[in-house]
Nanobody, 116 residues
Framework: QVHLVESGGGLVQAGGSLRLSCAAS????????MGWFRQAPGKARDFVAR????????YYAEPVKGRFTISRDDAKNTVYLQMTSLKPEDTAVYYC?????????WGQGTQVTVSS
């Protein structure tokens, strides 16, 4: 079992930056691909970014390409989401998730609010 805890969310002005962290306990993250998702009020949960188990490949949703960067530090058992040039439409609860073939483990989420 893997327990994921996100942190780093908050209130930021449009154009600003935040770095989200996802710390794992229970098992090492190096066994899993990891992803970030977000859910805005009244909307479905959307994919944001993914990093492979090796860290060699990353994937991004179109709305965040060029602005967000996913990375992992397996020595710290932590995955990051660096967010820059934030827009009000990035406002959402951000979740990290991990798993082997599917996203089996999810964190509780961290709120990101971008003011205009």
């Amino acid at each position: 079992q893997v327990h994921l805890v996100e942190s780093g969310g908050g209130l930021v002005q449009a154009g600003g930056s935040l770095r989200l962290s996802c710390a794992a306990s229970g098992r090492t993250l190096s066994s899993y691909a990891m992803g970030w998702f977000r859910q805005a009020p009244g909307k479905a949960r959307d994919f944001v970014a993914r990093i492979t188990q090796s860290g060699g490949s990353t994937y991004y949703a179109e709305p965040v390409k060029g602005r967000f960067t996913i990375s992992r530090d397996d020595a710290k058992n932590t995955v990051y989401l660096q967010m820059t040039s934030l827009k009000p439409e990035d406002t959402a609860v951000y979740y990290c998730a991990g798993g082997s073939r599917t996203y089996d483990y999810w964190g509780q989420g961290t709120q990101v609010t971008v003011s205009s």
